[in-house]
């Protein structure tokens, strides 16, 4: 809750004229009833026309000021929440980019989604509510009990003695109803969770004719959400009629009440109608504060899930550029000393891994699915830190560099790398500096060229969500002209080729060699052609390093290395 | 494949657009409202006698509602003055009201209770109907819609129902009754003083239309600003790695502000005009206080009524002005669930796949052997991706389909697994044409393993078993093993027992494909298709399977799609697709002899 507050509070000044408007304006609600009462008792036995004309205009200046009021103030309390939740959603969305990957890991992309947006959504809603109904109906309440007190102290504590009773109602159908309502929530998300499956295995299950047992399955799901929903529907449908009951009960005992008391000379019959009145305002604004209640906690939890993002720093610790460590010169250009490295900090992951790379060589890396391959690279790239041993680059520590400049040595393309919604040149470019002239260039070497101008507007053509409108090697192909597009000083290709045919695949390793000779490349594949002309490969198994050399050293010394080779040429050779 | 059927779905809203397109969906939807109406009310009619219980409960617990302030008005009536209390008629008149106030209460409980009876079962058989519909559907639905989309259906459009046929209705109801109550009550009380509402109703109309004018454009706004920030925050995080990658922290986070921005500022703009109904309401309702005030004082001056009176009239002008304000916002509600509940419904009448002919054949054992003749076919209608293709494969022999990404290789998978309807020619099993089979059977002489595998939330023994339902333990046991994945499973926590959930980040695509292949062991089919079905997993690993592979291959006729083309080598047949034509075809040695396509894709790989 600390945090909405922390959020809100630059705006304090703009609040408080807001609650006084509010205050003014609800306050004005009011006096409504408390006029009616006087115009009965006091006016009317005058028999004066005049005058009930005149107290009438009164009530209907007061109905005015009491719809600016509030309409102004709903405004301005809109026009702060609109401004707290920019700021907070900006803070939110730069915590999480400046997050590391081991903390994206950790926190899950899909928890990210859903705080920064539902969880965003639900404090957006709440610091709206909150200075609405959050002044309004405790003026209502505090306010109306005073007013009644001023009428007839003994009616007013007849009213105050019903409320107890609705908040016990209250509480019992929020403690029973609300868990409840959570339960028939999840088996309504394991219900669309399993319709979900349905669809993507739908050619399987119509493979196999399963379409019956799938029905049933489902039916079993359909029948715990229906009662669910029942049970927390049943439970919560008390709280109406008991609020219509408690009102109603409220209004005898005031109406025979106030009966005696009119008879003993001590109230009249105009406050008894002024009261029915102030009773429904109170039960209202009861209600109102109960319902904020909900919203505040459902709204704390959705805090909570923010701060942790908010307090979430960094694990990957920038160095200062101005830190000029010595460069030690005399080292190979990338050079992994003794490294190791556990995501969970339990099982390595990798272990013991020492190689170099001169500058403009090209490194192969090779190995079984799981092996660790992928993990070298997001070690280089500093996407995780070292649990052991050293990373060099240019004879300096990779931790001892800015991580933008750091990063900004490479160009990469990933597993699984994502397409933007966006055009093809911005996706290329990524908004850095690049000529239109290179892009094409990169764009020619990566093969994608002649399929990009036939597109309707060429380099302008917008790509779908996820690159949804390119075919798995357009896409590849697509991002390789994004890492090349730079002219990185260190190429990155972790399995870029996947879904490329040999040829494509070779033509573009060529037009990459021939592109720049500074060009450290690291080549990461499953396919012995991806890397058979590197300087250097190195074979992974299972975290380490189980050969390295070149293609004609590792068929000779290496037997997994010749394995998947003579797999892969098949009898051919 | 399913990519052009996707296509054509984000144009089509596009074209639509400006075109007459929109008016005629505009009509078709006026003319079928009624008709959905119609069909809703005959989920409901199912509970005829339920249904008019709740009407019953809800007439006379509203009517019982209603008698309240009139019975206030004359107890008030009796209190006159001091020490003139006539205690007989307000003791008489309290104990009525409470009689009739408590038999309301208790009526609209049990009236909710019953309306949540009759609405879920309701709602169980619409989720049970469009789950039908879905097994029923065609492939080719599924390429055309998305998944969001038609878990929208289920979910968030059925609930949209549901709410409207518990609330919604009794709501509507209740109205009705309360002002048609209401206005006679109060002219029973003052002719005179009713005249007031001549003056309020009006203004509230204005107002709540007004509001309701300015906000709707306004809040279809805000979910789309919303929706794009989601969308961008989505596609944003997702994209973390390379957004770190290439450094552009910055730029995306300056992207996200003016996103951010834009929804802030359309939030702020919808929630300003919504924010406005509550006081303006009030403003109404403390006018016509007003009125009554000064027009009843006046009326009691003249002796025209009484106190009891003005007091009624206040409590009956308050039940009489809500459900008029609330009028617009239920009958809002209302078309909303009516618009889902018709979109509930075209779901469950698309059309389905092709049902058996009366007179289709049961398909038992299957020899294998498979002709196309001349096939033609596309996605969409005017665009044919595969052009006269024909091809026949004997029983046991291994075809092989290669060619690029695109050409249509996974396209002739479809239709023998007759997926899609083919446009022209004719395919045939065991010298029949394929549509003269029951279609379940024809299916299932198949077994199939995808480069897209699909498991699902359930044991690993029961996502082996999925297609035999037969198998012992000891033969899952044996195709796993068979499949090299029994070792991975015996050291998950729960072995064969263990839950696979959605996002089972420890198991990788390799095993997913593995434990695929030994669901196809499991299979007693006479045909097999493996379209990559090695593609994900490690070529020491594919090695390791190769035996288990030729066995699973033994005596079937096998069609095999594969990248890798030193895997199809020993094919009986190789076919090469280019463009939805069969370009060459021949054993391996026939066609590297020709020196043509398959040759030069072949030195690529292996140069």
Redesign the interface.
């Known amino acids: 809750m600390n945090l909405i507050f922390r959020y809100m509070k630059p705006h304090f000044p703009r609040m408080v004229v807001g609650f006084m408007v509010k205050f003014s304006?609800t306050v004005m609600?009011l006096l409504?009833?408390w006029?009616?009462a006087y115009?009965?008792d006091e006016?009317?036995p005058e028999?004066d026309?005049a005058r009930?004309?005149q107290?009438?205009l009164v009530?209907?200046v007061?109905?005015?000021i009491?719809?600016l009021g509030?309409?102004t103030a709903?405004?301005m309390?809109?026009?702060v929440?609109?401004?707290s939740?920019?700021v907070l959603?900006?803070d939110t969305?730069?915590a999480?980019?400046?997050?590391s990957?081991g903390q994206?890991d950790n926190f899950?992309?899909s928890t990210?989604?859903s705080r920064?947006?539902s969880d965003t959504?639900n404090i957006?809603q709440i610091m709206?509510s909150m200075q609405?109904m959050g002044v309004r109906a405790p003026i209502l309440l505090i306010g109306g009990i005073i007013v009644t007190m001023t009428l007839d102290p003994v009616l007013s504590a007849i009213l105050a003695s019903t409320l107890p009773f609705l908040a016990i109602v209250v509480i019992y159908v929020a403690k029973k109803g609300i868990p409840l309502y959570n339960t028939h929530q999840k088996a309504?998300d394991v219900?669309?969770?399993?319709?979900?499956?349905?669809?993507?295995?739908?050619?399987?299950?119509?493979?196999?004719?399963?379409?019956d047992y799938?029905?049933e399955r489902?039916?079993n799901i359909?029948?715990d959400?229906?009662e669910k929903?029942?049970k927390a529907?049943?439970t919560m449908?008390?709280t109406?009629?008991?609020m219509?009951?408690l009102l109603?009960?409220g209004?005898?005992m005031i109406?025979?009440v106030?009966?005696?008391r009119?008879?003993?000379?001590l109230t009249a019959?105009?406050k008894?109608?002024a009261f029915?009145?102030y009773f429904?305002i109170i039960l209202n604004a009861m209600l109102s504060i109960t319902r904020l209640f909900v919203m505040f906690s459902r709204a704390g939890s959705s805090a909570e899930r923010i701060e942790e993002i908010l307090q979430a720093r960094s694990d990957i610790k920038n160095q200062d550029t101005n830190d000029n460590k010595s460069c030690d010169e005399s080292l190979p250009y990338i050079v992994f000393d003794n490294v190791s490295f556990s995501y969970n900090g339990n099982v390595d992951n990798l272990s013991d891994i020492s190689f170099s790379l001169e500058k403009g060589q090209k490194l192969g890396i090779i190995g079984?699915?799981?092996s660790g391959k992928t993990t070298i690279i997001n070690l280089l790239?500093r996407?995780y830190d070292v649990s052991s041993g050293k990373i060099f680059i240019d004879g300096k520590d990779i931790r001892d560099y800015d991580?933008?400049v750091l990063?900004?040595k490479?160009?990469?393309v990933?597993q699984n790398?994502?397409i933007?919604?966006d055009s093809v040149s911005e996706n290329i470019k990524?908004?850095?500096n690049i000529t239109d002239e290179n892009m094409k260039k990169a764009a020619k070497a990566s093969c994608i060229d002649s399929h990009i101008s036939q597109m309707d507007e060429g380099y302008d053509s917008f790509l779908?969500?996820?690159g949804?409108?390119l075919?798995?090697?357009q896409k590849q192909r697509m991002l390789i002209s994004?890492a090349i597009a730079?002219n990185p000083e260190i190429l990155v290709l972790d399995d870029s080729s996947?879904?490329l045919?040999?040829?494509t695949d070779?033509a573009i390793r060529k037009n990459i060699d021939e592109m720049g000779k500074n060009t450290t490349t690291i080549i990461v594949a499953?396919r012995v052609?991806s890397v058979l002309d590197c300087d250097k490969i190195i074979v992974i198994d299972e975290g380490r390093i189980a050969a390295c050399g070149n293609h004609d050293k590792l068929l000779k010394t290496c037997a997994?290395y010749a394995?998947?080779s003579s797999?892969?040429?098949?009898?051919?050779q | 494949m399913a990519k052009t059927g996707a296509d054509m779905f984000r144009m089509g809203p596009k074209i639509a657009k400006g075109t007459s397109a929109e008016e005629i969906y505009k009509n078709s939807r006026s003319i079928n409202k009624k008709g959905t109406i119609l069909r809703l009310s005959k989920y409901l009619m199912r509970y005829k006698y339920l249904m008019a219980a709740a009407l019953f409960l809800s007439i006379a617990g509203n009517v019982f509602a209603l008698i309240g302030p009139k019975l206030s008005g004359q107890a008030i009536d009796a209190i006159t003055g001091t020490g003139q209390v006539d205690f007989k008629k307000v003791t008489h008149y309290c104990i009525l009201m409470a009689i009739f106030y408590i038999a309301s209460s208790v009526m609209s409980y049990i009236l909710s209770v019953l309306m949540i009876h009759i609405t879920q079962k309701c709602v169980y058989q619409m989720r049970k109907d469009v789950y039908d519909s879905l097994m029923k559907l065609p492939v080719s639905y599924f390429d055309k819609h998305q998944t969001g989309e038609i878990l929208s259906r289920i979910s968030y459009d059925i609930d949209t129902v549901n709410t409207s046929l518990s609330t919604d209705l009794v709501q509507i109801l209740t109205s009705v009754i309360t002002v048609v109550g209401s206005f006679f009550m109060m002219l029973s009380i003052s002719p005179m003083l009713i005249l007031i509402f001549v003056v309020t109703i009006p203004l509230s109309f204005l107002i709540t239309k007004f509001i309701t004018g300015k906000t709707r454009p306004l809040f279809r706004e805000r979910s789309a600003a919303l929706g794009r920030l989601n969308g961008f925050v989505e596609e944003m995080i997702g994209g973390h790695k390379t957004i770190k990658a290439y450094h552009r922290e910055e730029n995306t986070i300056n992207k996200f502000k003016e996103n951010n921005d834009d929804a802030v500022k359309c939030y702020y703009e919808a929630e300003y005009f919504g924010s406005m109904t509550g006081p303006c309401v009030n403003f109404v309702n403390n006018l016509s206080l007003a009125c009554i005030s000064v027009f009843g004082a006046v009326l009691y001056i003249g002796a025209k009524i009484s106190i009891g009176d003005i007091s009624s009239f206040v409590l009956y002008s308050r039940k009489f002005s809500g459900p008029i304000n609330e009028a617009a916002n239920v009958l809002n509600e209302f078309q909303s669930a009516i618009a889902a509940a018709e979109r509930v419904f075209r779901l469950i009448d698309e059309p389905k796949e092709p049902v058996d002919k009366p007179d289709a054949v049961s398909l038992s054992n299957v020899e294998g052997k498979v002709d196309f003749d001349n096939v033609s076919f596309g996605y969409v209608r005017d665009k044919i991706i595969l052009k006269d293709i024909s091809l026949s494969a004997k029983p046991g022999q291994v075809i092989a389909i290669v060619g690029e990404t695109g050409a249509g290789k996974t396209t002739i998978i479809n239709l023998l697994m007759r997926f899609y309807d083919i446009a022209s020619g004719k395919i045939s099993i065991d010298d029949k044409n394929y549509r003269d089979y029951k279609m379940s059977d024809l299916r299932k002489s198949f077994a199939m393993v995808l480069q897209d595998t699909w498991l699902f939330n359930g044991t690993v023994y029961e996502n082996i078993a999925y297609g035999n339902e037969n198998a012992t333990r000891q033969q899952v046991i044996e195709a796993a093993k068979a499949a090299k994945i029994h070792r991975y499973i015996e050291s998950l926590p729960d072995g064969y027992d263990t839950v696979l959930t959605e996002n089972a980040t420890n198991i990788s695509k390799g095993q997913k494909q593995l434990l695929t292949i030994a669901r196809a062991m499991l299979l007693d089919s006479s045909m097999l298709i493996l379209d990559e079905a090695t593609s994900n997993v490690d070529i020491v690993t594919e090695a390791d399977i190769s035996g288990a592979m030729v066995k699973l291959m033994k005596n079937k006729t096998c069609f095999v799609i594969a990248h890798r083309l030193s895997t199809i080598q020993n094919a009986d047949r190789i076919l090469v697709v280019k463009d939805g034509n069969i370009v060459e075809q021949g054993t391996h040695q026939e066609l590297l002899d020709k020196k043509q396509f398959y040759y030069s894709m072949y030195n690529a790989q292996f140069s």
């Open positions: 304006g609600d409504l009833p006029i009616l115009i009965i006016v009317v028999a026309i009930v004309v107290w009438g009530m209907v007061c109905a005015f009491a719809v509030n309409v709903n405004r309390a809109s026009s929440a609109r401004d939740m920019r959603r900006n969305f730069t999480i980019m400046n997050l990957c994206v899950s992309q990210l989604i920064m947006t959504y957006h709206n609405r309504s219900m669309i969770g399993r319709v979900r499956e349905s669809i993507t295995g739908i050619r399987v299950i119509k493979a196999l004719s399963k379409g799938e029905r489902f039916e359909n029948l959400v229906v929903e029942k529907g049943i449908a008390l109406n009629p008991v219509n009951f109603n009960v209004w005898v109406i025979f106030g009966a005696v009119v008879n003993a000379g019959p105009g008894i109608i029915l009145t429904t079984a699915t799981g790239m996407f991580v933008g990063r900004e490479f160009g990469a990933f790398d994502i933007f919604e990524l908004g850095r779908a969500i996820r949804n409108n075919s798995g090697g994004r730079g996947s879904a045919d040999y040829k070779a499953q052609s997994i394995r998947i797999l892969q040429s098949g009898i051919t």
